[in-house]
């Protein structure tokens, strides 16, 4: 049971990555730019988080995933270094997409300056591939 368990937190965190993708996707398509930039960012996080559950023994998912509460748990350096200390090395072309979203932080909510078009095609290119990786890892 507790491996079925296990499973269901890693494929959670799957489906809320695709599913914030997606939303960012659409609100892109209804020039909501600064919304999907946000969203897009919370897509990595949950990928990395789905990549993190998956590569240690599920006794520990309880843990982990009490550890994802508070300001650390939305750093994209932080979970990088959770998936290190699970033996788990980004290639480094997920390095570079990791790198072109690393402007993103959970203070983009309080952001009144809206994102260019151009700059939010390419900030949800990188979230899009990031997470296609972590699901072919899981």
Same mark, same amino acid.
């Given at each position: 049971?507790?491996?079925?368990? =296990?499973?269901?937190?890693?494929? $959670? ?7 914030? /993708?997606? @939303?960012? &996707?659409?609100? /892109?398509?209804? @020039? ?10 919370? &897509?990595?996080?949950?990928? !990395? ?5 998956? =590569? @240690? ?9 009490? =550890? ?10 932080? #979970?990088?270094?959770? #998936?290190?200390?699970?033996?788990? &090395? !980004?290639? $480094?072309?997920?390095? #570079? !997409?990791? *790198? ?5 932080? *959970? ?5 009144? &300056?809206? *994102? ?7 900030? !949800? =290119? ?13």
């Amino acid at each position: 049971m507790a491996a079925r368990k =296990s499973k269901k937190q890693v494929r $959670r965190f799957q489906r809320v990555a695709e599913q914030r /993708l997606e @939303e960012a &996707a659409f609100l /892109l398509d209804h @020039e909501y730019t600064n919304a999907s930039v946000y969203l897009a960012g919370y &897509a990595v996080e949950c990928s !990395l988080k789905a990549l993190i559950l998956a =590569s @240690e023994p599920a006794r520990l998912h309880a843990r982990t995933v009490d =550890s994802f509460r508070g300001a650390a748990a939305h750093d994209y350096s932080w #979970l990088k270094h959770q #998936l290190q200390i699970r033996g788990v &090395a !980004l290639p $480094r072309p997920m390095e #570079l !997409l990791l *790198t072109q979203a690393a402007g993103w932080s *959970t203070d983009l909510r309080y952001a009144v &300056a809206k *994102t260019d078009r151009k700059v939010g095609e390419q900030f !949800l =290119s990188a979230p899009q591939a990031i997470v296609a990786w972590a699901n072919g890892r899981i």
